[in-house]
């Protein structure tokens, strides 16, 4: 189930979005954030958990959905509102729940602007929410100063202020406050500098930024580093603030929005509840095309399935262009701008990113089924008991009896894996005997797997002629796996292959895919083999040559080729050159040796 579910991980996009997992009763037992949904999800999968309840968890997923979102902060947000929503069982054991701050423009005669965790429908304003307190306050900070914004919490009504019934206080003495208590500031200027504030708080906080950087240079100048310091936290803090929310906006309520994109076989439409400017659930609905349907149709069609599959009654309907459907107590609305337009895109992404999901997904299918078909093929060709799924190939490999070597390749669906590569110095044989060699390395390799409990390949190739796979089947008998191993070789002359107990070849059609892996087999395990033994023959060279120097031990010969990669380059090296490697003596003996014998 786990490797099904890391394949579905692997097509997720590498997006910040939110992360739903469902266990066997299709039941949540867990909603994560991520600033890449690909990577963290595919965590739970590939890494070992020393947390045991995260282990436990990992073990019940069965299912895994997904909200792309634009900012790791819109993560941050719609994963606490899901939270409290679902109350998942593992979200309690493995995190704390949060709330998170907003800044309120109370509804109130000179409004005050404040720090909140709290709601209230009376008709104020609420901006946020916020992932920072500390940013929240810093906002704050400038607010207030530039704008003189007041700080108490005094009932300003209009009477009261003109029968003087309040007096400036410290703030004004102290120039944070025009003091409209007192009436020293009208409604007309108090009003102007609030929808200023309102204006930095709906995104643009770029006058913020210049403010507490001006702030910052202006202390700096007269050496007030610590109150510098201070300004610079502040307009780092407010750089990295986004202040609207694409997931949370408190003035949506009871709302559903719908996308939809389209390919040539489907449609697929996305769907939100938001309530109380919060996405509390997310659906994507694929619908399989018959005829020509329009978009319209294919949309339509939509909206009527999910509202009645989760029994809506919104009171309005989001939707990317003009529809036929008259809905009872409910506004059917095409937004242009503003918040709804970027909710609905953000429903559009999210039906897109599922698209290529599922494009990916039929692609790997397709490869999937491709690939099974090539192993059928073999299969057949081959007369083979199984499908070749684990295919091994041998290749001995020596130069006039010297360094004698041999090379184990591995593929896997009919693809290389080069990891799984092995090597082998032949110990037993002495001269040049492959039949000989080539029972020493079968047997190594396979008693070895079999005493480490390893699956044991669906096919073993030679490279080579009758010979070498009689003496590859003798292996196999000895350790008594004969039948559970096929084996075949290939000739290299005429590219014949045999198969054991048949005099004659396997006659297979020379373009055929199934000669076409053999081959492929049979020249990996020749590369690799060949490579191995020059490597062997090139160390075995260089070791000779410099065991003849006397006065030269290993760590001499261990500097020179730290420095100098062969033997040439030390043969054409001056004494000079030489003696900033090694000691003068030493470079000496090694330079005369190669100049002198």
């Not at 949506?252 to 489907?266: G, L, M």
């Amino acid at each position: 189930m786990h490797e099904e579910l890391k394949e579905i991980a692997h097509l997720l996009p590498e997006m910040p979005g939110v992360y739903q997992f469902f266990d066997i009763n299709d039941v949540i037992i867990y909603i994560g954030k991520a600033k890449n949904l690909r990577k963290r999800v595919l965590s739970y999968f590939t890494k070992d958990h020393d947390n045991v309840k995260l282990r436990i968890l990992v073990r019940r997923i069965r299912r895994i959905e997904h909200i792309v979102l634009n900012t790791e902060m819109d993560a941050f947000l719609l994963e606490n509102s899901l939270i409290k929503k679902y109350q998942p069982r593992y979200n309690v054991l493995l995190k704390d729940d949060k709330t998170y701050p907003w800044i309120c423009v109370k509804n109130e005669p000179f409004p005050r602007i404040y720090l909140t965790r709290t709601t209230v429908k009376d008709g104020s304003e609420y901006f946020g929410p916020f992932t920072s307190g500390n940013m929240v306050k810093s906002l704050l900070d400038f607010l207030c100063k530039t704008y003189y914004i007041r700080t108490c919490s005094l009932n300003l009504l209009e009477n009261k202020i003109k029968e003087k019934k309040f007096k400036s206080c410290l703030e004004f003495q102290l120039e944070n406050c025009k003091a409209p208590c007192a009436n020293l500031q009208t409604t007309e200027d108090y009003n102007t500098a609030v929808q200023q504030i309102r204006y930095i708080l709906k995104g643009n906080i770029k006058e913020a930024i210049i403010f507490f950087k001006n702030q910052m240079s202006e202390f700096a100048s007269l050496y007030k580093f610590e109150e510098a310091e201070n300004a610079k936290r502040k307009m780092l803090l407010l750089e990295n603030y986004q202040s609207k929310s694409m997931v949370v906006n408190i003035s949506i309520n009871n709302v559903d929005v719908f996308s939809i994109v389209s390919d040539e076989k489907s449609a697929f439409v996305n769907y939100f509840k938001v309530i109380q400017g919060t996405i509390i659930q997310s659906y994507l609905l694929e619908i399989k095309k018959r005829l020509n349907e329009t978009a319209l149709e294919l949309l339509q069609m939509g909206i009527v399935e999910i509202r009645c599959k989760f029994n809506s009654s919104s009171e309005e309907i989001i939707v990317p262009f003009d529809i036929e459907l008259t809905i009872d107590n409910t506004t059917i609305t095409v937004p242009k701008k503003g918040d709804k337009k970027r909710l609905l895109e953000l429903s559009e992404k999210n039906a897109r990113y599922f698209q290529i999901e599922r494009q990916k997904r039929e692609e790997k299918d397709t490869s999937v089924n491709s690939n099974e078909k090539l192993l059928r093929t073999i299969q057949a060709d081959l007369h083979l008991p199984r499908l070749p799924k684990h295919i091994e190939c041998f290749d001995n490999s020596n130069l006039q009896g010297t360094n004698p070597v041999a090379a184990c390749v591995v593929f896997r669906n009919a693809k290389p894996q080069k990891s799984e590569y092995r090597k082998f110095n032949i110990k037993t044989v002495e001269g040049i005997d492959d039949y000989a060699s080539m029972r020493e390395i079968l047997f190594r390799r396979y008693s070895r797997m079999i005493s480490e409990n390893i699956t044991l390949p669906d096919l073993i190739v030679i490279d080579g002629g009758k010979g070498q796979l009689k003496a590859a089947c003798e292996t196999l008998q000895k350790l008594n796996i004969h039948e559970k191993v096929s084996i075949i070789s290939i000739a290299k002359r005429l590219e014949e292959i045999f198969a054991p107990n048949d005099s004659l070849p396997l006659y297979i059609n020379k373009n055929s895919q199934t000669l076409k892996v053999i081959q492929h087999l049979r020249n990996e395990a020749h590369r690799f083999g060949i490579s191995f033994h020059r490597d062997k023959r090139s160390k075995e060279f260089t070791k000779s040559i410099l065991d003849e120097i006397d006065g030269i031990g290993e760590k001499t010969v261990q500097k020179l080729f730290e420095h100098y990669k062969t033997i040439d380059e030390i043969k054409a090296a001056s004494l000079e050159e030489l003696s900033k490697i090694i000691d003068i003596k030493k470079a000496t003996i090694v330079y005369r040796f190669f100049k002198f014998g």
